[in-house]
């Protein structure tokens, strides 16, 4: 028994001599009494403080708990994952009574394999592990985490020592401090096979147009060999080397004339002989290349536009694409200054895309503009996206007051064909999520019903007011129930459910299967009545089918649109711009003439604004300035810091078709270049000297100061389009450093900032790799898995006998007691209330004196008894006094009885009475 605080037993000596006192002053007790219930208290006391004093027993334990934890990463040879399996399946089979093994297999990360149990046998590893990293650090945390701390704990690290993240070494120490033993099973120690691997590609930073850019790869052997190296660059062949490798690092330099400027994506092959791994044989890097500022213009149409014109009639460097065609990759946006959408439809772009250009804003300084029109901001589908995230002005403008209650039928296709994966997720998960998007969109005075239809109709979600967390809960209640999607049905409930609402707007939503929709009945009909009673229908056909035409005649006969949505994902754009359009919340139409409302570059010397025609119906953002509002005092041009960068919404278009009377005005040209000049990122020339280094799983970024300046923090967009912000540490004088871990394959964007009064100034680099760090490993890293060991007092194990070795210091368990003590002390306090409050006294009885007679017979004593009667003189009783004392009677105790009979008594009477009659 030991105590974790001893300190509260000094609490005894108050506490039992107060205890002491107030019993002995206690009135009526007896001795007994009095002494028993100090025993009892005495007891309650000692057990309070006791547990107050965190009492444990101390247990000695018998038995060994072993983790296995098994390095599955692709470094580890096949063969040697063969050896290791049965290294681990005998240990497990030897393994003691009181024993208990665990098994982790590790890759990138964790996974525990088999949970703590007794000897049995193992068979091969069925833990999907992601070999494409090796995680050491976090697989040893895990095996430790499964073992019992009841007996001595010992890890068998089955590994080749190469870790790609985490800290192996500080990870053992950790568990040394813990008693936990780590012994080693050195994986890949076969060193007869050839490797070679491209260590990386390395540009310079300063590349001009016009002059040799020296690019070097670093190639690492372990054997002589010959080898083949091949230089590209944006898939074009460059130049080919061959090279004589030599055991350790070799650098191959190739010159490379830089004839553009920008970013250019180089890449290296090789081919070695006798190489036995392939997968290690490339490198990927960027050259930057310094040039005028570049803007990339995206349009739904190939044909030239009055703004494309304007921009380049004003030098302005622009590169048109389509959604089809604009770039999908981090290191492609790059390239750009500025990024200007002109009525572009959000249903046209995917996700991961709107997110990349999100992080290009905010993480690279690259300008945004959204130009309006009717496939743009709500009407293009916009709501609650990435980049509607980025834009000056609100997309939620269904709180307002001056907009027309809606009420929406959302009828969605639960076939059997929804249950389909696409791009890993079923297709009614998608279609459910364009349902809550719609939710999102709509305001508090508007009306949202969802229902699924294939076999039957399953109102999830019925009319009522607009309450979205549960609005939300109720369409994720959506499933596949089988059959096919019956459009007659389908139209017919909608009408009857439509019919009944108070709205101003009605409006039916029909997800149709474009290859299987039945049961058609007198939908076309139907539609058309609807239609008379107010009542509109568009439709979105999923998938190219047979009846797509017919479902585009449904839709224009019900008044409203026709999508086709070719992928799930366009899903969300296309539901919430038909809501917005249909809801006439998206769109205000009317000729008026801008106001301007903010000084600003874009309108510097501008003067008079022709009018517009339309515009998008958006709202201001609080931090952004709205530049030009509309004659309803809705924004037209709007702009704020979004990050790095800077984002700007023109809510009218820049075409013909609501500017008309812009595009042919000549202050057009000018309005449109001072925009995107003012929004374009403001580049350094090369202000730092910036290193990127790659050491394993991670990037190190040193910056070198030139002059006074200080750079801010560092921007880090992976090549997934996430962001990253990282501050930079001074590690000497002009010297900064930060460091990230690089995940995923190819570019990753580093941006130094450096805040300026002016707005943030950026020198964009990059840092690319073309494979994992797993395959740089050639060799195991012994040395570090022989400290380990070490640190921890382990072993490097030849065989799975000598994991059995005695030693060790024996295991103590603590076990609390603290509550056994406080169960006592309640346990013990209802008898001492019973031993203070009860009295127990004894029953004293007086004695009850009575003459014993002779037993006389019956006749004679009823003889006596009259006789009695007769001569007996009548006695009065003298008057008693209340108040006087009464005497105690005087109670005559007759004599003992002799031994004489009783007949014998009765005759010595009857002698006497006669002799008196004489």
């Known amino acids: ?166 800290d192996l070494l500080q990870a053992a120490e950790i568990a040394a ?85 920008g970013l250019g994506r180089y890449h290296v092959s090789m081919t070695a002989e006798g190489d036995t791994d392939q997968r290690n044989n490339s490198g990927l890097a960027v050259l930057s290349a310094k040039g005028p500022s570049r803007v990339m213009l995206v349009e739904a149409t190939p044909a030239a536009t009055p703004l494309f014109g304007a921009l ?49 804003i905010r993480d690279s300084g690259t300008g945004f503009i959204m130009v309006g029109g009717e496939n743009s901001f709500l009407p293009g589908g916009y709501y609650n996206t990435p980049i509607a995230e980025a834009l000056p002005v609100d997309l939620n403008i269904r709180q307002r007051k001056d907009l027309p209650s809606t009420s929406i039928l959302i009828m969605v296709d639960c076939s059997g064909s929804m249950g389909m994966i696409e791009d890993g997720l079923p297709k009614l998960e998608l279609a459910k999520k364009a349902a809550e998007s719609t939710a999102l969109l709509l305001g508090p005075t508007d009306r949202l019903a969802v229902a699924g239809s294939s076999d039957g109709i399953e109102y999830v979600q019925p009319f009522g007011l607009m309450d ?90 019900g008044g409203g649109r026709y999508y086709l949505a070719l992928k799930s994902k366009q899903l969300p754009a296309i539901f919430s711009q038909d809501a917005a359009i249909i809801s006439r919340s998206a769109i205000e139409e009317g000729a008026f003439y801008p106001k301007l409302t903010a000084t600003d570059d874009a309108v510097r010397g501008l003067d008079a604004l022709p009018p517009l025609l339309a515009y998008c119906l958006t709202d ?23 990050g790095l960068g800077t984002s700007m919404a023109f809510t009218s278009d820049a075409q013909s078709r609501w500017a008309a009377k812009w595009t042919g005005w000549e202050g057009f040209d000018v309005f449109w270049s001072q925009t995107v000049r003012s929004l374009s990122r403001r580049a350094m020339q090369s202000r730092y000297e910036v290193n990127l280094e790659q050491q394993g799983g991670d990037v190190v970024v040193d910056v070198g100061t030139v002059g006074d300046q200080v750079p801010s ?17 001074p590690v000497a004088p002009g010297k900064y450093r930060a460091k990230f871990k690089n995940v995923g394959i190819g570019t990753t964007i580093v941006s130094v900032v450096e805040d300026s009064p002016t707005g943030a100034l950026v020198q964009v680099e990059s840092v690319s790799r073309a494979y994992p760090a797993e395959y740089q490993s050639v060799a195991a890293n012994l040395g570090l898995l022989n400290q380990v060991a070490k640190v921890s007092g382990g072993r490097v194990l030849k065989n799975e006998a000598e994991l059995f070795r005695p030693g060790g210091k024996p295991v103590v368990t603590s076990l609390e007691v603290w509550f056994q003590c406080l169960l006592l002390a309640a346990i013990l306090w209802p008898i001492d209330v019973a031993v203070r409050r009860l009295v127990l ?56 009885p002799s031994d004489e009979t009783t007949a014998e008594r009765l005759l010595e009477l009857k002698r006497k009475r006669r002799e008196g009659k004489e």
């Open 620 to 642: 201001s953002r609080p931090l952004a300035t709205t530049i030009l509002r509309t004659h309803k005092d809705d924004p037209l041009l709007a702009r704020w810091q979004y």
């Open 312 to 360: 380049q009639a004003r030098g302005l460097n622009v590169s048109r694409f389509t959604p089809m065609t604009m770039p999908i990759r981090p290191m492609e946006l790059a390239l750009f200054d500025a990024i200007i959408f002109n009525d572009v439809n959000a249903a046209l772009i995917t996700e991961p895309q709107m997110r990349m250009i999100q992080g290009a």
């Open 1 to 166: 028994m030991a105590l974790t605080s001893p300190g509260w037993l000094l609490l005894l000596v108050p506490l039992l001599g107060w205890t002491w006192w107030v019993l002995r002053r206690a009135r009526g007790m007896s001795k007994v009494q009095r002494i028993l219930a100090l025993a009892i208290r005495s007891l309650i006391l000692i057990a309070l403080v006791v547990a107050l004093a965190g009492p444990e027993m101390r247990l000695r334990n018998q038995g060994l708990a072993v983790a296995f934890v098994l390095d599955a990463s692709d470094s580890i040879p096949g063969a040697d994952r063969t050896r290791a399996q049965e290294f681990i399946n005998q240990a497990m089979q030897q393994l003691g009574d009181d024993d208990l093994g665990s098994v982790v297999a590790f890759g990138q990360q964790p996974l525990m394999e088999n949970s703590a149990a007794r000897a049995r046998p193992v068979g091969a590893i069925q833990s999907k592990v992601d070999p494409s990293g090796s995680n050491l650090a976090a697989a040893l945390r895990l095996g430790i985490a499964s073992l019992p701390s009841d007996r001595n704990r010992r890890i068998v690290l089955l590994s080749d020592g190469n870790e790609t993240e985490g």
């Open 177 to 261: 401090t813990e008693g936990v033993t780590i012994d080693i099973v050195p994986l890949g120690t076969e060193t007869a096979r050839p490797e070679a691997y491209v260590a990386d590609l390395q540009t310079p930073s300063d590349a001009r147009v016009g002059a040799k850019a020296l690019i070097r790869t670093r190639v690492v052997a372990n054997k002589p060999m010959s080898a083949e190296l091949s230089l590209d660059r944006d898939g074009l062949i460059r130049t080919k080397k061959r090279v004589q490798l030599n055991p350790g690092e070799n650098v191959i330099v190739f010159e490379e004339p830089v004839e553009r400027e």
């Open 713 to 729: 923090s560092v921007r880090v967009t992976l090549p997934s389009g996430e962001g990253k912000v990282l501050p930079l540490e």
């Open 468 to 557: 979205k967390t549960k609005a939300i809960e109720n369409i994720r209640r959506l499933a596949v129930t089988g059959g096919g999607i019956y459009i007659g049905p389908s139209v017919e409930s909608a009408q009857a459910e439509l019919a009944k609402e108070p709205s101003k707007i009605r409006h039916l939503i029909l997800l149709a299967d474009g290859a299987d929709s039945t049961d058609w009945r007198d939908s076309m009909s139907r539609v058309a009545q609807m239609r008379k009673d107010g009542i509109t229908t568009s439709v979105v056909a999923f998938g190219q089918g047979e009846y797509c035409r017919d479902l585009q005649r449904l839709a224009a006969i």
């Open 841 to 896: 006294r004894r029953r004293t009885r007086r004695p009850r004196v009575r003459a014993e007679a002779a037993p006389v017979p019956i006749s004679r004593l009823q003889e006596a008894k009259k006789r009695g009667q007769v001569d007996a003189p009548r006695v009065r009783l003298p008057e008693v006094s209340l108040t006087a004392r009464p005497e105690k009677p005087v109670v005559e105790v007759p004599p003992p």
